[in-house]
């Protein structure tokens, strides 16, 4: 079964933890992104990685940091320093210029 | 001006009807357009990709590209109540650049 998997669909944490969102993709894409989603506000990039152990910010990184040690792997931290992480968050993968989203894990931050 | 420009709707059609969805972008070097849908609390999921001008057809969706007038459209034929989601539009600038997203047209069609 191929696809692009994120978990869990629901998270919910406290005001002052870190926590690691997953998103892991078996289609041998070689681009991988994350996104936020918040109400009205359209998606915005966090973070990409289009090779193996590199990365770059998007236009909104501060707060967040990612890892790519596995092609099919490119998990994201949500840092206690991100001033507003309650959202929908959304992987994406890449393949012949066309873009892929992962079912996405909605965050609360309490 | 924002990059990526989006009705945000509500448009509301009635079933059977056409529902038009327009999208606009600032930079005339983009390359690649794209349509997403998004069903209330799901994930956006690719509908059509356009690249050069004109229209293309895939099944009730036709997108249309007009790049001298910096316009991409969706039309949905013979709209059914299922069709009934937020629609994005997504401007990519070259091969292999980020997507820039509009906000989104929530489009209702009513039965």
């Known amino acids: 079964d191929g696809g692009i998997t994120q978990s869990p669909k629901y998270l919910f944490r406290k005001e002052g933890q870190n926590v690691t969102l997953s998103c892991e993709q078996n289609?041998?894409?070689?681009?991988m992104y994350w996104y936020r989603q918040d109400p009205g506000q359209g998606l915005r990039l966090i973070y990409y990685s289009q090779i193996v152990n590199d990365f770059q910010k998007g236009d909104i990184a501060e707060g967040y940091s990612v890892s790519r040690e596995k092609k099919e792997s490119f998990p994201l931290t949500v840092t206690s320093a991100q001033k507003n992480p309650t959202a929908f968050y959304l992987c994406?993968?890449?393949?012949?210029?066309?873009?892929?989203f992962g079912p996405g894990t909605r965050l609360t931050v309490t | 001006q924002k990059e990526v420009e989006q009705n945000s709707g509500p448009l509301s059609v009635p079933e059977g009807a056409i529902a038009s969805l327009n999208c606009t972008y600032s930079d005339r070097v983009s390359q690649s357009f794209f349509w997403y849908r998004q069903y209330s609390g799901k994930s956006p999921e690719l509908i059509m990709s356009?690249?050069?001008?004109g229209d293309k057809e895939d099944g009730r969706f036709t997108a249309q590209l007009n790049k001298a007038s910096q316009y991409v459209s969706l039309l949905i034929r013979d709209s059914q109540p299922s069709d009934s989601a937020t629609y994005l539009c997504?401007?990519?600038?070259?091969?292999?650049?980020?997507?820039?997203f509009g906000q989104g047209t929530e489009l209702s069609v009513k039965p």
């Open positions: 289609l041998n894409h070689d681009a």
């Open positions: 994406a993968s890449n393949f012949n210029d066309e873009q892929y």
């Open positions: 997504a401007v990519r600038l070259r091969q292999g650049g980020k997507l820039i």
């Open positions: 356009i690249y050069s001008n």
